[in-house]
């Protein structure tokens, strides 16, 4: 999973304010600590889908240092990598969907954050563009969930 530094700072609203060192587009808030983090997660999907229309990379995250994470979902972050491959590689959609025997709406579908792509899928699109998935299990800081979304509490 792509895990994101956050950076939580007391707002003048009695909120409490998210950044995002890695994007400094983003900046979403919370009443709580909690909550803050559980829109951090939306913001910065609503954020990748902004750089994906605009064809523009999407940062990996850097090391948290101390700070608070979020952790984009599996599925996300497969999404996420096949886009930045498919970007890297300079192949358009419609060769990548050639190349897959698929049509080219299933591609769309596929980098799309806010679809339920299944997995098999990225994996056959990944290889498409000689690229292989590789899924990793280690320890990590305790999380919490919040909705449909998972939050790291701190590295």
């Known amino acids: 999973m792509l895990i994101y530094p956050v950076d939580l700072a007391p707002d003048d609203n009695d909120t409490v304010l998210v950044t995002f060192p890695d994007v ?54 497969a999404k996420v990598l096949l886009y930045n491959a498919l970007l890297k590689s300079r192949m358009t959609k419609s060769n990548l969907a050639w190349l897959m025997g698929c049509h080219p709406p299933q591609i769309e579908r596929l980098l799309d954050l806010g679809h339920e792509s299944r997995m098999d899928l990225i994996e056959k699109a990944l290889a498409a563009l000689g690229l292989q998935l590789l899924v990793d299990v280690k320890k990590a800081a305790p999380l919490f969930k919040v909705g449909s979304h998972v939050v790291r509490l701190s590295q």
């Open 24 to 77: 400094p587009e983003g900046v979403t808030y919370g009443e709580t600590e909690k909550e803050a983090l559980f829109h951090a997660i939306d913001a910065l999907e609503v954020i990748f889908m902004a750089y994906m229309d605009d064809k523009r990379p999407i940062p990996m995250p850097s090391p948290a240092k101390g700070r608070h994470t979020i952790a984009l979902s599996a599925l996300t972050t």
